[in-house]
């Protein structure tokens, strides 16, 4: 039996909104089905405006843009995160300055980041792993005392929440990924979530290759011009209309992913009073979306002996991230402050199974059963 990692799952009304924007000869960006995606977000997370983007990448790109990053201004950020975490700030010449996580959620340590704090900093950006929040009140109070801007990369997050609150609305921006391995898909696809409205004819500008052309097609001005910097950050409508179909079934994808989470969850519980593995945490007021399944190994065992292990009997099992503070880039464009205990353990430890709609109860368990062995197998 071979279970792959992912498997992008449809809707089922993909092919019919593409034909449709096809067939209405509307292919370029912000047509009916860009309004309708952002309609939609912005009524269900609450946020100001939501501009798509053509990644999530380009959204945190954007914010580096919105804020005006100089060379030599300091991003505290974890080092257990994505590259274009880092990437979009350091290509404005910014400093990512990486922080330790939570050995719980794995997380940015959020009692660490006021330490990591200089006369250079300019902007936190919390990571809310695997769609599980960040502390974000503690967050949010040290960004007002220090006068300084949150992104929340909450690529991991549509659809989860923090106290009742959408991720990706609670700082002054967030950015979501629609990739191929999110819960909600677009192939390639990302939005920027504008939760300061001072930041919205700004964000229009540089999201429109740095001219009013927004305010020009709502009728507020007779004709578009260059007004700033900027790029094209805009996805195609083909995509949007992609989007769309997912969007409409967004909540019946996250219970599904949910079932299929408990599932692991109960099946794993086994394994962990064993002391083999330790399985995810979920803090009292977040309510997470599903997005993966990880566990942590226990540190007598090698997590690539496993990995291999389960490989060789079908199991698209993965690691997950290489922590930025360790790699070239990391070192060369970033700085390191405090220890990062946690981030270098638990990177060695994690092991994400596969989660996608479809996977059945038989295949779970062979996941499982497949994990324990390998672990067990003196590995």
Same mark, same amino acid.
């Given at each position: 039996?071979?279970?792959?990692?992912?498997?992008?799952?449809?809707?089922?009304?993909?092919?019919?909104?593409?034909?449709?924007?096809?067939?209405?000869?509307?292919?370029?960006?912000?047509?009916? #089905?860009?309004?309708?995606?952002?309609?939609?977000?912005?009524?269900?997370?609450?946020?100001?405006?939501?501009?798509?983007?053509?990644?999530?990448?380009?959204?945190?790109?954007?914010?580096?843009?919105?804020?005006?990053?100089?060379?030599?201004?300091?991003?505290?950020?974890?080092?257990?995160?994505?590259?274009?975490?880092?990437?979009?700030?350091?290509?404005?010449?910014?400093?990512?300055?990486?922080?330790?996580?939570?050995?719980?959620?794995?997380?940015?340590?959020?009692?660490?980041?006021?330490?990591?704090?200089?006369?250079?900093?300019?902007?936190?950006?919390?990571?809310? #792993?695997?769609?599980?929040?960040?502390?974000?009140?503690?967050?949010?109070?040290?960004?007002?005392?220090?006068?300084?801007?949150?992104?929340?990369?909450?690529?991991?997050?549509?659809?989860?929440? #923090?106290?009742?609150?959408?991720?990706?609305?609670?700082?002054?921006?967030?950015?979501?990924?629609?990739?191929?391995?999110?819960?909600?898909?677009?192939?390639?696809?990302?939005?920027?979530?504008?939760?300061?409205?001072?930041?919205?004819?700004?964000?229009?500008?540089?999201?429109?290759?740095?001219?009013?052309?927004?305010?020009?097609?709502?009728?507020?001005?007779?004709?578009?011009?260059?007004?700033?910097?900027?790029?094209?950050?805009?996805?195609?409508?083909?995509?949007?209309?992609?989007?769309?179909?997912?969007?409409?079934?967004?909540?019946?994808?996250?219970?599904?992913?949910?079932?299929?989470?408990?599932?692991?969850?109960?099946?794993?519980?086994?394994?962990?009073?064993?002391?083999?593995?330790?399985?995810?945490?979920?803090?009292?007021?977040?309510?997470?979306?599903?997005?993966?399944?990880?566990?942590?190994?226990?540190?007598?065992?090698?997590?690539?002996?496993?990995?291999?292990?389960?490989?060789?009997?079908?199991?698209?099992?993965?690691?997950? #991230?290489?922590?930025?503070?360790?790699?070239?880039?990391?070192?060369?464009?970033?700085?390191?402050?405090?220890?990062?205990?946690?981030?270098?353990?638990?990177?060695?430890?994690?092991?994400?199974?596969?989660?996608?709609?479809?996977?059945?109860?038989?295949?779970?368990?062979?996941?499982?059963?497949?994990?324990?062995?390998?672990?067990?197998?003196?590995?």
């Amino acid at each position: 039996m071979t279970i792959p990692f992912n498997k992008p799952h449809m809707s089922g009304k993909e092919l019919y909104y593409i034909a449709d924007a096809h067939f209405h000869n509307i292919l370029a960006g912000d047509g009916p #089905y860009t309004k309708k995606c952002h309609q939609w977000l912005e009524t269900h997370t609450g946020s100001a405006k939501v501009l798509l983007t053509h990644s999530c990448t380009a959204a945190l790109e954007m914010s580096s843009l919105l804020f005006n990053i100089q060379p030599g201004d300091e991003i505290i950020m974890p080092s257990y995160t994505f590259v274009s975490t880092a990437n979009a700030f350091v290509l404005r010449g910014g400093v990512p300055v990486f922080v330790d996580i939570r050995e719980d959620t794995l997380n940015i340590d959020e009692q660490l980041i006021e330490q990591a704090i200089t006369p250079r900093t300019k902007v936190i950006v919390p990571i809310h #792993y695997a769609g599980v929040s960040c502390e974000m009140d503690t967050i949010l109070s040290i960004a007002v005392r220090h006068n300084l801007k949150i992104v929340e990369d909450a690529a991991q997050g549509v659809m989860s929440t #923090y106290k009742g609150r959408s991720l990706g609305s609670i700082g002054h921006l967030g950015a979501y990924s629609f990739h191929e391995t999110k819960n909600v898909i677009s192939g390639e696809g990302g939005c920027l979530l504008i939760n300061d409205p001072s930041l919205t004819h700004q964000a229009e500008i540089i999201r429109e290759k740095g001219t009013n052309r927004s305010q020009f097609f709502r009728g507020h001005v007779d004709k578009y011009t260059w007004q700033d910097v900027g790029s094209s950050f805009l996805p195609g409508e083909l995509i949007s209309a992609f989007l769309w179909a997912q969007l409409e079934e967004a909540e019946q994808i996250t219970k599904h992913r949910l079932d299929l989470w408990d599932e692991y969850h109960q099946l794993l519980e086994p394994l962990e009073n064993q002391g083999l593995l330790r399985r995810p945490i979920i803090p009292d007021g977040c309510l997470h979306n599903a997005h993966m399944y990880y566990v942590l190994l226990s540190n007598e065992f090698s997590r690539d002996k496993v990995l291999q292990k389960m490989k060789d009997e079908g199991i698209g099992a993965i690691f997950h #991230y290489i922590p930025l503070h360790s790699a070239p880039a990391g070192k060369k464009f970033g700085r390191v402050s405090g220890e990062m205990k946690n981030t270098n353990s638990c990177a060695e430890r994690v092991i994400r199974l596969p989660l996608w709609i479809g996977l059945s109860q038989t295949q779970q368990q062979k996941v499982v059963t497949t994990l324990e062995n390998a672990i067990k197998n003196k590995s």
